[in-house]
């Protein structure tokens, strides 16, 4: 079975500050994980993905996002948060090697960016 | 290349009434799944579909149905509809590459719908 934990459901930074944003996920399977992010109205765009190459992968947008299969963590980090940052993220787990599972979504994270 | 294409927008609808939802893939894409999304609930899982084929299909009542047309194209259709389904639909495409063993989803903008 797999799930996926978004460990907080809201998030505030400043601009110009690091952002963290915590996943754990459990999965019988090798997992691939990926975090999308959301903005109001729209649909979820890809920031990045992990697939069993480089355990810290580098997104779009100055994201970037570490494996750590001893922890089951999936954390995603920016250095300094830019306000159009502000948005919903979603942490997603799928088996790896097969494309018959249904995908995982976390229950999502709001980022506040404040100026 | 063109992305994943959902219409309509935005619709109004009343309660009892019917309605479809259109989702055009990336083209190449054969997986084409549906997720409602709503602020109590977050996103759910519907229904995966794949060479015309349901495959996948989530915790939702009978009154939600889709299908897959031969070039990919899928739609959804909500019948009887109720308050509840008062929520912004999203399509995703995906293609399976077999080097890295992901599914990597691509979502349309959404179908946003409201039911007065």
């Known amino acids: 079975a797999q799930s996926v934990t978004q460990l907080d459901s809201h998030v505030s930074v400043s601009e110009g500050t690091p952002v963290l944003l915590r996943c754990n996920y459990s999965?019988?399977?090798?997992?691939?994980l990926f975090w999308y992010v959301q903005h109001p109205n729209k649909g979820l765009q890809l920031l990045l993905k992990y697939t069993s190459a480089a355990t810290l992968v580098k997104g779009i947008n100055g994201f970037e996002a570490e494996f750590k299969k001893s922890e089951t963590s999936f954390h995603l980090t920016k250095p300094s948060a830019h306000m159009s940052d502000a948005a919903e993220y979603f942490c997603v787990v799928t088996p790896m090697k097969t494309s018959y599972d249904k995908v995982i979504f976390g229950p999502g994270t709001s980022l506040s960016v404040i100026p | 290349k063109a992305g994943v294409t959902q219409t309509p927008r935005y619709l109004i609808k009343t309660r009892g009434q019917q309605v479809t939802l259109s989702c055009s893939p990336i083209s190449g894409h054969r997986s084409v799944s549906w997720y409602q999304q709503t602020p109590g609930q977050g996103l759910q899982f519907l229904f995966e579909?794949?060479?015309?084929?349901?495959?996948n299909k989530g915790n939702f009542p009978g009154r939600f149905s889709g299908r897959q047309f031969s070039n990919s194209r899928s739609e959804m259709n909500v019948s009887t509809l109720e308050l509840g389904d008062s929520a912004l639909y999203l399509c995703?495409?995906?293609?399976?590459?077999?080097?890295?063993?992901?599914?990597?989803?691509?979502f349309g903008a959404g179908s946003r719908l409201t039911v007065l």
């Open positions: 995703a495409s995906s293609l399976w590459d077999s080097h890295s063993g992901a599914n990597v989803l691509t």
């Open positions: 999965s019988s399977y090798s997992p691939s």
């Open positions: 579909y794949f060479s015309e084929t349901q495959r």
